[in-house]
């Protein structure tokens, strides 16, 4: 998957601000926030999006989720963070590895219109 961005910004090819690595997840900075804490937690194994998950992909799921939520609370989101995967063109996903998104500290508008 040498064309993915996400792919990409796993490995380190393309710069961005990390905020936790480990074997199995990256999470970084969006590029364009929509919150004032807006940070994303991918796999650095590329997956497309959510409905590319198997079984096998349950134990990488659950540590994307504690990982989002410890990272939470490291970044002070004391006070409550929405998580969103979008999937798919009907979900509004634009890049097409896998990602939560974490955002955090502005009351927001959900859900969307
Ligand atoms: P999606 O719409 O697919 O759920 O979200 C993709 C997210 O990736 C968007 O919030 C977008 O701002 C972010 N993004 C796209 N390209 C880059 C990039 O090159 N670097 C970073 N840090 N974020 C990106
Ligand atoms: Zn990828």
């Given amino acids: 998957m040498n064309d993915c961005l996400f792919c990409k910004i796993a490995a380190g090819q393309i710069p961005s601000k990390t905020v936790y690595e480990d074997e199995q997840v990256y999470a970084f900075y969006d590029i364009d926030p929509q919150a004032p804490t807006h940070f994303l937690v991918i796999p650095k194994k590329h997956v497309s999006c959510l409905d590319e998950c198997t079984e096998e992909d349950e134990a990488l799921l659950g540590h994307m989720l504690l990982t989002a939520m410890k990272l939470a609370a490291e970044q002070g989101l004391e006070n409550g963070y929405r998580i969103v995967i979008n999937t798919g063109d ?24």
Wanted: aromatic share 4%.
């Fill in 90 to 113: 009907d979900g509004g996903q634009t890049v097409k590895h896998l990602h939560m998104h974490v955002m955090g500290k502005r009351s927001m508008n959900w859900p969307p219109g």
